[in-house]
Every structure is written in structure tokens, then in C-alpha cells.
């Protein structure tokens, strides 16, 4: 993929539908995902186990893009968002809002993503 905003939507997406595999797949194998409070990942496989986790562990997930813009060159986008779930422990909804910016490898996958979010 070369179109920033696409990538992001296709991860939404995967996320939302519990698909981990996927979701890591938009990254470069050798990515970095630094979003507080989660300690920075590196790496495909370590989004892979991240990703996995959470999926296993939620329920009702949505994640909504409220704004997202790409330079002219398709290689770093920032976007605003909104992300939400359900815990299957016990039922915990959260809601959180954040920004991301995120930069694309030569492959068009995702090689950085820099976030901030807060709970709602």
C-alpha cells in the first residue's frame, strides 16, 4: 500500500476485526510502536504478541479515524482517532482519544508509529 491514510484504515480494520496477523502485517519488520503507557515495541513479531494479547483479551472493539493527513510525498501521515473496547475479564469499557504520527517505509507498511492517547 502508498496511500498513508489506506494503511491506517486497513489497521483499524484488522484491529476491529480481531485479526492480530493482519493488523501486523501494515508494520516492517523491523517497526517501532511507541504509544503510552505500553512500553515501546520493536519489531513485527513484538506488534504480532502485543496485538495478539489484546485481541484475545477484548471484546467490542471500534477504532474511528477523525482526521488524518499525509505530506505530499505519502510517507508520514498524523491523524487524531478514537479507539474502544470491551475487557472480557470483566467487562470494563474504556474510550480513549489520541493522535498518532506515523512514517511509511520504502514498502509502503508502516516502519514507525509515535502516539498519545488519553481515557475518556
Do not use: C, K
Not at 496511500?3 to 484488522?14: C, K, T
Not at 501494515?26 to 511507541?34: G, K, S, V
Not at 471500534?62 to 482517532?81: D, G, K, M, P, V
Amino acid at each position: 500500500m502508498s496511500d498513508p491514510v489506506a494503511v491506517l484504515r486497513a489497521f483499524g480494520e484488522a484491529v476491529v476485526r480481531g485479526e492480530p496477523a493482519v493488523a501486523a502485517s501494515l508494520f516492517t519488520l523491523d517497526a517501532t510502536y511507541e504509544e503510552p503507557p505500553v512500553p515501546m515495541l520493536r519489531g513485527r513479531a513484538a506488534l504480532l504478541d502485543f496485538l495478539t494479547d489484546f485481541a484475545d483479551r477484548h471484546t467490542d472493539v471500534r477504532f474511528t479515524i477523525s482526521r488524518a493527513f499525509a505530506n505530499s510525498a505519502q510517507t508520514h501521515l498524523a491523524s487524531e482517532w478514537r479507539f474502544a473496547y470491551t475487557r472480557t475479564e470483566d467487562g470494563t469499557q474504556r474510550v480513549y482519544e489520541g493522535m498518532s504520527i506515523v512514517e511509511l517505509g520504502a514498502d509502503g507498511l508502516m516502519a514507525s508509529w509515535r502516539g498519545i492517547s488519553a481515557l475518556l
